[in-house]
């Protein structure tokens, strides 16, 4: 876990912005589902086990037995692709209110976020995750799926962004 206490942390930080200093060379970060995790947002299998009982009690279309073999093959896409189409409303509104950032980060994200933007390079983060908890704490421009070809004159104009590589809860809704 990210430790803004933790000495060798922030030298290992400070030498690989040194190292891109001197070597030109932009540092790309990659945020993983860690993060959101410490935002108290549910990961996917967590996510996946609150739609499994909610579809269970509320659906009577939702086979458990299909969606119980894609839950323990740990086929997420799957799993998520047939809940939508058994209710897409119920997904939306469960995937919506299961992934909404808190106004009010915990400390260990406010740790995180503090640290990012101490860092004197412009931010250039590449990540999977869907939540918004990134682009509402650092205010950066947001890259979504269909505009990901972008990122490479991004990355060479050393400007900062998110990428979201595979969207966010706002455009998974309008997709």
């Given at each position: ?9 922030f030298?290992?930080?400070?030498e ?11 540092i790309?970060?990659?945020v ?42 740990i086929?997420?896409?799957?799993f998520?692709?047939y ?19 808190p ?8 740790r ?12 250039q983060?590449l990540?999977?995750?869907?939540d ?14 269909a ?8 990355v ?5 962004f998110?990428?979201?590589l ?10």
């Amino acid at each position: 876990m990210f430790d803004s206490k933790n000495n060798e942390t922030f030298a290992a930080i400070n030498e690989l912005c040194s190292l891109s200093k001197e070597s030109k060379k932009p540092i790309v970060i990659w945020v993983g589902a860690g993060a959101s995790a410490w935002c108290e947002l549910p990961l996917w299998s967590q996510l996946a086990d609150n739609f499994h009982k909610d579809y269970c009690r509320y659906e009577s279309a939702y086979d458990r037995k299909r969606a119980g073999e894609f839950l323990s093959q740990i086929s997420f896409p799957d799993f998520f692709s047939y809940c939508k189409q058994i209710s897409s409303v119920r997904f939306n509104n469960l995937l919506v209110s299961s992934l909404k950032a808190p106004e009010n980060p915990p400390p260990v994200y406010a740790r995180f976020i503090s640290a990012l933007k101490a860092t004197k390079q412009p931010l250039q983060i590449l990540t999977t995750n869907v939540d918004e908890a990134l682009e509402q704490n650092l205010h950066l421009p947001v890259i979504l799926p269909a505009d990901l070809e972008r990122l490479k004159t991004l990355v060479q104009n050393r400007e900062s962004f998110i990428a979201k590589l595979h969207g966010s809860i706002s455009w998974q809704l309008q997709h």
